[in-house]
């Protein structure tokens, strides 16, 4: 009789050790990207270029050609039609020479950890001149 209780318990035992066991295949990963956090927020940004400082809006949209890729929209409050592109990695913004509204654009950027402020540094250059721009970006409001 204790032969078949041992080997009832041990049964029992294997049993409920195989079952709390999950396959990792069968849980998917989650589709997570990090564009999301700011391309939700409408931001308001505040530029120094020397003494002038300038307060605006800007918007920040997801690629829809390349995963790592966002576009601020209004950028240096040039309009809504003009959009500077910029690489996410982590929580730092690129922006890769390219030339908006007649100026070539490079310079980096920084996200805060709680995703409600950014700062950037870059430089716009047209055929006359260099300006060097620092911004602040504050998140503030969703944006649909």
Same mark, same amino acid.
């Given at each position: 009789?204790?032969?078949?209780?041992?080997? !009832?318990?041990?049964?029992?035992? &294997?049993?409920?050790?195989?079952? =709390? /066991?999950?396959?990792?295949?069968?849980?998917?990963?989650? *589709?997570?990207?990090?564009?999301?956090?700011? =391309?939700? &927020?409408?931001?308001? /940004?505040?530029?120094?270029? #020397?003494?002038?400082?300038?307060?605006?809006?800007?918007?920040?949209?997801?690629?829809?050609?390349? =995963?790592?890729?966002?576009?601020?929209? *209004?950028?240096?409050?040039?309009?809504?039609?003009?959009?500077?592109?910029?690489?996410?990695?982590?929580?730092?913004?690129?922006?890769?020479?390219?030339?908006?509204?007649?100026?070539?654009?490079? #310079?980096?950027? !920084?996200?805060?950890?709680?995703?409600?402020?950014?700062?950037?540094?870059?430089?716009?250059?047209?055929?006359?001149?260099?300006?060097? &721009?620092?911004?602040?970006?504050?998140?503030?409001?969703?944006?649909?």
């Amino acid at each position: 009789m204790k032969k078949v209780l041992k080997i !009832t318990a041990l049964f029992i035992f &294997v049993l409920v050790l195989f079952s =709390s /066991c999950q396959n990792d295949e069968d849980t998917p990963e989650p *589709n997570f990207d990090p564009r999301d956090d700011i =391309s939700a &927020v409408k931001w308001k /940004c505040k530029t120094t270029e #020397g003494d002038a400082v300038s307060e605006f809006e800007m918007t920040i949209k997801k690629s829809e050609t390349a =995963s790592d890729e966002i576009i601020f929209t *209004n950028f240096h409050n040039w309009s809504t039609s003009q959009e500077a592109t910029a690489i996410l990695t982590g929580n730092v913004i690129t922006f890769k020479e390219q030339t908006v509204n007649a100026f070539k654009l490079s #310079g980096q950027g !920084t996200i805060a950890d709680n995703m409600q402020s950014i700062t950037m540094a870059y430089t716009l250059n047209d055929e006359f001149e260099e300006k060097n &721009v620092t911004a602040l970006l504050t998140a503030s409001a969703v944006s649909k």
